[in-house]
């Protein structure tokens, strides 16, 4: 996998925030849902997600930066390809030799078990400033859950299946969004200094009538026409099971009511609302309603704040 960081598109320097800002950018863009006949685009998410696995994780990001690891999180070679020596020994090269290690006749079984944990901190080389690097993890796993609308507004727990054929079952975090991960420790791989992780990418699906804006939910409520005239208490749907609502008479179409906590999780707590919409539905050649316009007329300027 090429460098992480030119992978995400961000500098070496960059924030934990603006490493999560970069990646869920770029899933949003390359998720496969949204790429069905673009393969390469799945490609790119799966190289986006890896970069993201690695430098979200603290340990794992220094210990690449200190070229520990490399961008797939397996341990770099302690001797540079081509570079002759020992990396860090400026003069190079097999007559350079390794210079501060007590001279010649290095003991390289010492050496790589120092690096990589044979005989720790025993070792008369015994890693860098005499301790040994910690043996690596095991590769992380990557998995995909889609979750419904109302699952993901709710927080409702969700089963997955892990590699290994167990299962374990999910609360999901508020405020949760397509692109949002959540790590599972120990569920990855093993390796000899233990599990990787499992990292599962969530997908909310779209609603037939439920919208999205923010920590609230949109919906357009069909009402008559008596409804709106007389007023009337109708039942709405919400995430939650419907509700009844109260019109109140005189309403007119674009008129917004509000549902207090009936919206999403909130990641500082607390939910959104749900904001209902009502829209007169008139029914198609009616004789009866036809009949009752022609009886009354209403002279309001109604367009009068549009200059017409």
Do not use: C
């Amino acid at each position: 996998m090429a460098d992480p960081y030119s992978t995400l598109g961000i500098a070496k320097s960059a924030s934990e925030a603006e490493i999560k800002s970069a990646y869920r950018k770029l899933a949003k863009e390359l998720h496969p849902d949204r790429n069905k006949d673009n393969p390469k685009a799945a490609e790119k998410f799966s190289d986006v997600t890896k970069a993201y696995d690695l430098l979200s994780d603290k340990t794992k990001r220094a210990q690449f930066d200190r070229g520990e690891i490399d961008a797939d999180g397996n341990p770099a070679m302690p001797f540079g390809y081509g570079s002759g020596g020992f990396r860090g020994d400026p003069r190079g090269g097999p007559q350079g030799g390794f210079s501060g290690f007590g001279g010649e006749g290095a003991d390289f079984g010492d050496i790589f078990e120092g690096l990589f944990g044979g005989r720790g901190g025993g070792s008369s080389f015994g890693g860098f400033g005499g301790r040994s690097a910690p043996p690596p993890k095991g590769a992380n796993v990557a998995y995909r859950l889609s979750v419904s609308f109302v699952d993901a507004a709710t927080q409702a727990m969700q089963r997955i299946t892990l590699a290994d054929g167990k299962t374990i079952d999910l609360k999901l975090p508020a405020g949760v969004e397509t692109g949002t991960q959540m790590r599972l420790a120990g569920k990855g791989q093993p390796g000899p200094g233990g599990n990787g992780d499992g990292i599962v990418t969530i997908t909310v699906k779209d609603h037939p009538f439920f919208e999205r804006d923010g920590a609230h939910i949109r919906l357009d409520l069909p009402i008559t026409l008596g409804e709106a005239v007389k007023g009337a208490k109708v039942k709405v749907p919400t995430v939650d099971g419907p509700v009844m609502l109260s019109i109140p008479p005189g309403s007119s179409s674009g008129r917004v009511m509000r549902l207090k906590g009936k919206g999403f999780s909130q990641k500082g707590g607390g939910r959104g609302d749900q904001l209902v919409r009502l829209m007169i539905d008139l029914p198609k050649d009616d004789a009866g309603l036809a009949k009752l316009v022609d009886q009354w007329t209403d002279k309001r300027p109604v367009r009068a704040e549009l200059g017409v």
